[in-house]
């Protein structure tokens, strides 16, 4: 199935347009008066540029104004290889496609709404046959059926025609497009965009990359640059101060060599005043009897502190570096895996 993209909007073409695989565009009168176009030709020139195959409006009262709407655009320097004129459904529309195309223009007749007149589109021998389906929905009309009977005309009378599914207003049209086998699909660029949406596939690339960086990167690469550390000579009140400016819910405490011999933690401080009251904030560090950290080697991969966070069922590891303690990680830091 073809797949254009409906707009008018230069921007938003070129953005869609860098994904590489679209195979034209649509566009309207209606679209450039919504974006403030007033030079039709110019913009016309410049949107031939940079798509593969432009759709455009070829208006007139008549098959002749039709017809000379139509060569006065090619005239602008188009390809008609690449050029669909689009023309609204009408008697001297289907008389101007025909003269159009034993011509070698392309022609969308659009603005379709019944089947008989796109029996008289494919007899002209309009390339594209557009139904505008969301419009007919909107009025109550069952499009999707419209849709489908012109298909099968199509495949049972072996008309040279591409049914075109257009005013696509949602993602579940696309879906309703592939299901009844339309040749041809013109959408927004922001209905484009939610095709690749599905939260369980965003919840997988997650996991993926979170997987793949905890077997790549290592305790190093995300440890915080500040490091709570206290010696045994410091107060309970020190230690405070450094869980709270650290932003922590612990603090190392080490000896005079950097090297860790306890921690101590936030729960720990609320344990010690339900026990001795507010005055504990004056004893030292030394003075307790201090809970033996579990450590983890800076160089260790983040599997490695997942893993240590299990089996230990701490919510805290000291980091160290040629035995002295270096920073800290939390169980926050990492993915639960047991979640994958």
Request: proline content about 2%.
């Amino acid at each position: 199935m073809e797949l254009y993209l409906d707009s008018a909007d230069v921007n938003e073409i070129k953005e869609a347009f860098e994904l590489g695989f679209l195979d034209g565009l649509t566009t309207t009168p209606t679209f450039m008066h919504r974006h403030g176009i007033t030079d039709i030709d110019g913009t016309i020139v410049e949107l031939s540029k940079i798509v593969p195959v432009l759709m455009i409006e070829a208006l007139g009262s008549t098959a002749d104004e039709i017809v000379a709407e139509a060569k006065r655009q090619h005239n602008l320097g188009l390809d008609k290889s690449k050029t669909v004129f689009k023309i609204p459904i009408s008697i001297e529309g289907v008389k101007a496609c025909k003269r159009l195309r034993s011509e070698g223009f392309l022609v969308n007749i659009h603005l379709v709404y019944t089947m008989q007149q796109a029996y008289m589109a494919m007899a002209a021998g309009a390339t594209y046959v557009c139904i505008l389906v969301g419009r007919m929905q909107d009025q109550g009309h069952d499009a999707l059926e419209l849709v489908d009977k012109c298909v099968q005309a199509v495949e049972y009378y072996g008309y040279d025609t591409k049914i075109m599914f257009s005013s696509v207003r949602h993602s579940e049209h696309v879906r309703n497009s592939l299901d009844i086998g339309a040749h041809t699909i013109t959408a927004p660029w922001k209905i484009l965009k939610q095709l690749t949406e599905n939260n369980l596939s965003d919840l997988g690339t997650a996991q993926f990359f979170e997987h793949t960086r905890l077997m790549t990167q290592q305790v190093r690469d995300v440890i915080s640059s500040v490091n709570p550390t206290v010696k045994k000579g410091d107060s309970i009140h020190d230690c405070l101060v450094k869980i709270t400016v650290g932003g922590f819910g612990a603090a190392t405490v080490i000896d005079d060599n950097g090297t860790p011999i306890g921690i101590f933690t936030d729960g720990d401080l609320r344990r010690l005043i339900e026990k001795d009251g507010g005055d504990c904030v004056k004893l030292n560090v030394g003075d307790l009897t201090l809970k033996q950290p579990k450590t983890i080697e800076a160089s260790a991969l983040l599997i490695d502190a997942s893993n240590l966070f299990k089996d230990s069922q701490v919510d805290t590891l000291i980091v160290t570096e040629n035995n002295k303690a270096i920073g800290m990680i939390d169980i926050q830091d990492l993915v639960n895996l047991d979640k994958a």
